[in-house]
């Protein structure tokens, strides 16, 4: 599986928009992106995923650069409620395949 | 539907004893799975299930058994408690079939303090 590498922590202002980075530059070919975030002491929560064409659905827009070696989460107006960690994994998209998590980039959205 | 949801919420053991962590889905998910998580520290897959009578282990198995004898439920136990196995506990499930992308339902998580 491809490694990803992620800044331990980011702060971001209320109401601008939060660009988390992610690189993978071992990805492969079948390789999908997701992302998911934990808001503190809750269960980890899906929010966005992509190949190789930017995705954007009601909670944020996933920009990958065109050689898949990174990709960056973007939630476009940061709300207090976004204070999470986000993590970012790389994995072939066969449903059987388990996700692995890392320490993922603690997102602190301040006022 | 209630999704993910695992029981109890909190539970304090001693040393040696025994106990079930249990979790239910009801969104017909094949795949089920737990993960324990650390202070500082990332989720860390302990064993899965893709189906009904199919179990394997993950990254952290020792000190741990599961079983899958129906689609909706997936226990965890705990065949006797060390203090090394104070975590969280979370169980997450999926659609596997149709084969579909790695979204990950997880559940509200339980605390496990072991003294």
């Known amino acids: 599986d491809a490694k990803t590498t992620q800044p331990t922590s980011m702060d971001c202002a209320e109401g601008r928009a939060a660009n988390l980075p992610c690189n993978h530059s071992?990805?492969?070919?079948?390789?999908?992106v997701y992302w998911y975030r934990q808001i503190h002491s809750q269960g980890p929560q899906y929010i966005i995923h992509g190949l190789k064409n930017n995705e954007t659905n009601e909670m944020a827009s996933l920009i990958i650069t065109e050689d898949r070696k990174s990709s960056t989460l973007i939630l476009p107006h940061a709300t207090l409620r976004d204070t999470a960690v986000y993590y970012c994994?790389?994995?072939?998209?066969?449903?059987?395949?388990?996700?692995?998590f890392g320490t993922g980039t603690r997102l602190t959205v301040i006022p | 539907n209630a999704g993910v949801t695992q029981t109890p919420k909190f539970q304090v053991l001693k040393t040696g004893q025994s106990m079930t962590l249990q979790c239910a889905q009801d969104m017909n998910h094949e795949y089920m799975s737990w993960y324990r998580q650390d202070p500082g520290m990332g989720l860390r897959l302990i064993h899965y299930?893709?189906?009904?009578?199919?179990?394997d282990q993950g990254e952290v198995p020792n000190g741990y058994n599961v079983s899958r004898s129906t689609t909706e439920d997936f226990p965890l136990r705990l065949l006797s408690a060390a203090p090394s196995q104070t975590s969280v506990y979370f169980c997450?499930?999926?659609?596997?079939?149709?084969?579909?992308?790695?979204?990950?339902?997880f559940g509200a998580g339980s605390r496990l303090t072991v003294l």
């Open positions: 997450a499930s999926k659609r596997t079939n149709p084969p579909g992308a790695n979204v990950l339902t």
């Open positions: 299930s893709v189906g009904a009578g199919i179990t």
């Open positions: 994994i790389v994995r072939v998209d066969d449903g059987a395949n388990n996700l692995f």
């Open positions: 071992t990805i492969s070919g079948n390789e999908y």
